[in-house]
């Protein structure tokens, strides 16, 4: 059975950093680009990062320069490094590969407080 499990949210003050991983399971993604997606209550759920299998790195602009998506293929992990945390990154962030997507992991909650 193919799983995301994203965990590393939780609440932090503005301006404050989270760590969020995605541990994938049931195949090997390594070859796959991968994205970290958020979603808010009422509004669909955007991509914010993606990485492709050799490392290159995408951002939606109102995270460019404070996000820092990365991975270990050996851990079949990916990673999404947020800095700088504004009030606006409020949400729920899910990973995903953009290759083949797959059923949709729990999220991890992330709240930041001004």
């Known amino acids: 059975q193919v799983r995301l499990v994203e965990s590393g949210g939780g609440l932090v003050q503005a301006g404050g950093s989270l760590r969020l991983s995605c541990a994938a399971s049931?195949?090997?993604?390594?070859?796959?680009?991968m994205g970290w997606y958020r979603q808010t209550p009422g509004k669909e759920r955007e991509l914010v990062a993606h990485?492709?299998?050799?490392?290159?790195?995408n951002y939606k602009d109102s995270v460019k320069g404070r996000f820092t998506i990365s991975r270990d293929n050996a851990k079949n992990t990916v990673y999404l490094q947020m800095n700088s945390l504004k009030p606006e990154d409020t949400a729920v962030y899910y990973c995903?590969?953009?290759?083949?997507?797959?059923?949709w992991g729990q999220g991890t909650e992330v709240t930041v407080s001004s």
């Open positions: 995903n590969s953009l290759t083949y997507r797959t059923t």
């Open positions: 049931g195949r090997i993604f390594s070859r796959d680009v």
């Open positions: 990485i492709t299998p050799g490392g290159t790195t």
